[in-house]
């Protein structure tokens, strides 16, 4: 079931959403080389629970142990911030944020270059942003779910990257993961149909290599089976009358 949200859900949707996007904004100053992953948690931590007072969605669900989720190069999602985990020059790092407030959940997550960074892994952040964007722009009630994936899809593939098929998209609101479940390729059966009110996330998962992934020993962490390097974006969107909002956009940040 599809839960259509009202106009109070909507307006703590985006006092939460926009919250989310701040993390993200705040810590970019802190991605250099030589900082652990553990010491970008701790600042994430800090600046959610004691200066914008909600809390980490991540922290303690189904056992997670950390406020944010850092996944370096070849980590797909759900790294773990560790002390040994430290940045170095040429590093592609995604940091994941999920809030709580009053109730209601925001979601978002994007890359970070560390210094000087090979052309390859520009392009597959580039393009997996690229992807990301172009999905979101043709958001609108009456287009069927699967054109989303259709979208990001036809992205990927042309540029010979491949799409990670074991994650996807969410609705979200006061559940942290609610229908729909959004793929991020294409398939027949996401027939679903938007309607106005709607909220979900779009959150695709590239690689340079091949899709396949395995979990590592620690449980969370998803890594690429042939180390090939992974990017993932990811906003959470309001689907509005005659197109979307992005309710987790960032500062100097707009849809192109
Ligand atoms: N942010 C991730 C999502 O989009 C979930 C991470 S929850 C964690 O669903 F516990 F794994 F951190
Ligand atoms: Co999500």
Known sequence: MII?????DIKKMKEVGKLTSQVLHMIKNYITPGISTQEINDICHDYIYKKINVTSACLGYQGYPKSTCISVNNVVCHGIPNKKIILKNGDILNIDISLKKDGYFGDSSQMFLVG???KLAKKLCKITLKSL???IK?????????????????????NN?????????????????EEP?????????????????MIF????????????IFCDKDKWTIKTCDHSLSAQYEHTILVKKNGYEVLTLRKNESII
């Open 4 to 8: 259509i949200k009202n106009n109070f």
């Open 116 to 118: 000087e960074c090979s």
């Open 201 to 212: 996330t779009i959150e695709p998962m590239i690689n340079a290599g091949q899709r396949k």
């Open 161 to 177: 990257f491949s799409i990670v098929k074991e994650y996807c998209g969410h609705g979200i609101g006061k559940n942290f993961h």
């Open 133 to 135: 964007y172009e999905s």
């Open 138 to 158: 043709i958001i609108k009630p009456g287009i069927k779910l699967r054109k989303i994936g259709k979208t990001i899809q036809k992205i990927a593939t042309k």
């Open 181 to 197: 479940y959004v793929l991020h390729y294409y398939s027949k059966d996401q027939e679903i149909v938007l309607k106005k009110n």
